[in-house]
């Protein structure tokens, strides 16, 4: 056993040490490659922890196999001492085992998929494992032999000391993806095999206990345990009410259905993770994980600029790579990530901790209630959170809505709040919430907030949002792509945008897919259903849907205080946007699906928050780094510092650049990064 690798809080985020001593910024992570001369330029520039696997080949004896591995893990080691590595293991299945456990695999239409999977970044293999389900128990013993084997190699390895922990990579892409998920393979659907049935029975057994709660969540006097079949493709296309799967109705099948494959998911990692910590808990054990950066520019400018967000964050990062030597041997690479450990080096010493005052909550289940591949949740996360934030000119932190109420979390920095997805609002969310009302915040509820809720009077109301955010709503029954336009009466937000200014839809191209003329793609329209349009006297209305209605027109449903829009003639108006003052608080409504990062930074103004810049340009920032990368276009950046203190370059020699400054104007070529160190001394570190 050892216990010299420890993940400990280090300035406030969990880190990993080795020895007692915090591990650099950087990992190497090798797929499938023994590319060591090649390799031994991270090392050579501070990378001191790689990631390895080596694929099993069915055809090959566990012998061979632990050999090959041996031979590359010398390989990797023997680049200086201060080298680790982290094993990964491809949990996998042969096709006997398919053969022989014909249940136990992915079915489709009603047998087995009967396919391997063969990705074709491995040509040297006949196919990387059989289908198996990932709602297979029967696959967890498997697993634990690939475990176990591996842990018997590390008991005679000489340099077992040095392997510190296990990566472990299932499905496809080694990401732990279902393998019916895999369309160019199977084509679309689900698993709907014996196993995942059988899986679908024990998450269904586990949350309703009985039967007859089944069927009261089901609305369904015929619903069974031992009866259950998987929703079909047109029932998953066909959500209660608009874009929604009710809970307490038929619907809430649906749901179950989409979190038992997360569930069956999660067992076959957890229950890999077991078989680690059952004979090696002083061993790591973990899985693949991704950051989100908004997308511009080539890779050279991704690489800088991801890597500044995770040296402002705290985070460690890793070069992903495949059979390929992206970075061959130019030297600017390797300089560079000699720089990057060496800044990380320098955040580390000098205890820099998160200064967001902005805070962003993303809920992970209300996605199970709404149509598969709705671009609902898709434009509020991954194009608001992922694209319009990085824009925003000002730090951002991202939890889940269980973390509000973690006793080590703490909220008195935060001065606004974006609840952006929580769609369905769980009565324990909702608590959660309530921590974050008071303290003088801003919070501001996205499309949809709080309309699902599995309390009393479970299902879909308007009732719920009001509880939520504090707004009187009507409930419109349409069908329709939301757009808001701030009229010139608004006080909260006057002078903070332009006049006529409109927002709702995706306008940032997508770069990496081609129109018809070879242009970047414009992003596709995204519609919504229902329609919530806030309905309150005592809200300051920010901004009208850009809808008409016949004055006969009438809403679906209205909460018990909503007052109806009054107009004179045959039309009828709706509010989208909207905010209310509390005691302690202040509610904002946004009934679009994106969220720009003008109206972001307007709404940061508003409630206080320091703002680094103004334009249309990537900030990550801590309270002593500051990563700036600019857009597409060339020009003066103007900054500003939350205090007085001295500028230094650390992309160019780590020079001061500034004294005694609250702020800087920065001429900038178009999509370069700049990496500032912002205090009173030099920048140095032991």
Not at 60 to 71: D, G, L, N, P
Not at 456 to 472: C, D, I, K, N, Y
Not at 610 to 637: M, P, Q
């Given at each position: 056993m050892q216990d010299y690798v420890k993940i400990r809080k280090l300035n406030g985020v969990p880190?990993?040490?080795?020895?007692?001593?915090?591990?650099?910024?950087?990992?190497?992570?090798?797929?499938?490659?023994?590319?060591?001369?090649?390799?031994?330029?991270?090392?050579?520039?501070?990378?001191?922890?790689?990631?390895?696997?080596?694929?099993?080949?069915?055809?090959?004896?566990?012998?061979?196999?632990?050999?090959?591995?041996?031979?590359?893990?010398?390989g990797i080691l023997k680049f200086n001492p201060r080298i680790h590595v982290v094993l990964g293991l491809f949990l996998s299945t042969s096709r006997e085992w398919a053969a022989e456990h014909p249940e136990e695999v992915c079915w489709k239409n009603g047998r087995p998929a009967g396919s391997d999977y063969a990705a074709k970044a491995y040509l040297d293999l006949p196919y990387l494992t059989s289908a198996y389900s990932m709602g297979s128990e029967a696959?967890?013993?498997?697993?634990?032999?690939?475990?176990?084997?591996?842990?018997?190699?590390?008991?005679?390895?000489?340099?077992?000391?040095?392997?510190?922990?296990?990566?472990?990579?299932?499905?496809?892409a080694q990401e732990w993806i279902p393998f019916c998920a895999d369309?160019?393979?199977?084509?679309?659907?689900?698993?709907?095999?014996?196993?995942?049935?059988?899986?679908?029975?024990?998450?269904?057994?586990?949350?309703?206990?009985?039967?007859?709660?089944?069927?009261?969540?089901?609305?369904?006097?015929?619903?069974?345990?031992?009866?259950?079949?998987?929703?079909?493709?047109?029932?998953?296309?066909?959500?209660?009410?608009?874009?929604?799967?009710?809970?307490?109705?038929?619907?809430?099948?649906?749901?179950?259905?989409?979190?038992?494959?997360?569930?069956?998911?999660?067992?076959?990692?957890?229950?890999?993770?077991?078989?680690v910590k059952d004979r090696r808990p002083d061993l790591l054990a973990g899985f693949f994980h991704e950051p989100l950066f908004p997308e511009q520019g080539g890779y050279a400018n991704q690489f800088e600029r991801a890597l500044g967000l995770v040296l402002t964050s705290g985070a460690m990062t890793w070069h992903w790579q495949f059979q390929d030597n992206w970075f061959g041997t130019k030297k600017r690479w390797f300089d560079l990530n000699r720089n990057i450990n060496a800044i990380a080096r320098l955040c580390l010493e000098h205890h820099c901790r998160s200064r967001a005052e902005v805070l962003v909550v993303v809920d992970e289940a209300s996605a199970d209630y709404m149509r598969a591949g709705s671009r609902v949740v898709k434009n509020q996360v991954e194009r608001t959170l992922t694209f319009e934030f990085g824009h925003l000119g000002a730090p951002v932190d991202v939890m889940l809505p269980s973390t509000l109420l973690h006793p080590e979390t703490d909220l008195s920095s935060y001065k606004l709040v974006f609840i952006l997805n929580n769609h369905l609002a769980t009565l324990e969310q909702r608590r959660a919430f309530e921590v974050l009302k008071g303290g003088g915040r801003?919070?501001?509820?996205?499309?949809?907030?709080?309309?699902?809720?599995?309390?009393?009077?479970?299902?879909?109301?308007?009732?719920?949002?009001?509880?939520?955010?504090?707004?009187?709503?009507?409930?419109?029954?349409?069908?329709?792509?939301?757009?808001?336009?701030?009229?010139?009466?608004?006080?909260?937000?006057?002078?903070?945008?332009?006049?006529?200014?409109?927002?709702?839809?995706?306008?940032?191209?997508?770069?990496?897919?081609?129109?018809?003329?070879?242009?970047?793609?414009?992003?596709?329209?995204?519609?919504?259903?229902?329609?919530?349009?806030?309905?309150?006297?005592?809200?300051?209305?920010?901004?009208?849907?850009?809808?008409?209605?016949?004055?006969?027109?009438?809403?679906?449903?209205?909460?018990?205080?909503?007052?109806?829009?009054?107009?004179?003639?045959?039309?009828?108006?709706?509010?989208?946007?909207?905010?209310?003052?509390?005691?302690?608080w202040r509610s904002v409504y946004a009934g679009a699906t994106l969220l720009p990062a003008a109206l972001l930074r307007a709404f940061a103004r508003r409630a206080g928050v320091?703002?680094?810049?103004?334009?249309?340009?990537?900030?990550?920032?801590?309270?002593?780094?500051?990563?700036?990368?600019?857009?597409?276009?060339?020009?003066?950046?103007e900054l500003r510092f939350p205090k007085r203190c001295n500028v230094y370059d650390l992309k160019e020699g780590w020079k001061e650049i500034a004294r005694g400054v609250d702020g800087l104007k920065l001429d900038c070529e178009p999509r370069r990064t700049w990496l500032l160190w912002l205090a009173d001394l030099p920048p140095k570190y032991s």
């Open positions: 880190r990993l040490f080795v020895d007692e001593r915090p591990m650099p910024g950087t990992v190497f992570r090798c797929r499938q490659h023994d590319h060591f001369e090649y390799m031994k330029q991270f090392a050579d520039s501070g990378t001191e922890l790689f990631f390895m696997t080596h694929l099993r080949n069915w055809s090959a004896s566990w012998e061979q196999h632990f050999e090959e591995v041996a031979r590359r893990l010398d696959f967890d013993e498997v697993a634990r032999e690939h475990v176990n084997r591996s842990l018997d190699f590390l008991e005679g390895y000489a340099q077992a000391r040095r392997v510190i922990g296990l990566f472990l990579e299932g499905g496809v369309m160019e393979t199977w084509g679309d659907g689900d698993d709907t095999g014996p196993a995942a049935m059988r899986a679908f029975r024990r998450f269904l057994e586990q949350k309703y206990k009985n039967e007859e709660a089944l069927r009261e969540a089901w609305q369904d006097a015929r619903a069974s345990f031992s009866t259950l079949t998987p929703p079909t493709t047109e029932e998953k296309q066909k959500p209660t009410r608009g874009d929604y799967f009710l809970p307490r109705s038929p619907g809430q099948r649906v749901a179950d259905w989409h979190q038992a494959i997360k569930h069956g998911i999660a067992q076959r990692m957890l229950n890999s993770a077991k078989a801003t919070i501001v509820f996205g499309h949809g907030a709080g309309y699902l809720s599995d309390g009393p009077g479970a299902g879909g109301s308007v009732e719920h949002m009001r509880a939520l955010t504090g707004f009187e709503f009507e409930d419109l029954d349409l069908y329709w792509a939301p757009t808001i336009t701030i009229p010139d009466t608004v006080e909260w937000l006057a002078g903070d945008l332009p006049l006529g200014f409109t927002f709702g839809q995706c306008y940032r191209t997508l770069r990496a897919l081609p129109d018809g003329k070879g242009k970047p793609l414009f992003p596709p329209v995204t519609h919504v259903a229902p329609v919530f349009s806030v309905s309150d006297p005592q809200a300051e209305d920010l901004g009208y849907y850009n809808l008409e209605m016949d004055a006969k027109f009438s809403p679906a449903a209205r909460t018990q205080g909503a007052v109806p829009f009054k107009f004179p003639g045959d039309t009828k108006y709706y509010c989208g946007m909207a905010t209310k003052k509390f005691e302690t320091h703002l680094y810049l103004d334009s249309e340009d990537i900030v990550y920032a801590n309270d002593k780094l500051l990563v700036l990368h600019t857009n597409e276009h060339a020009g003066l950046r």
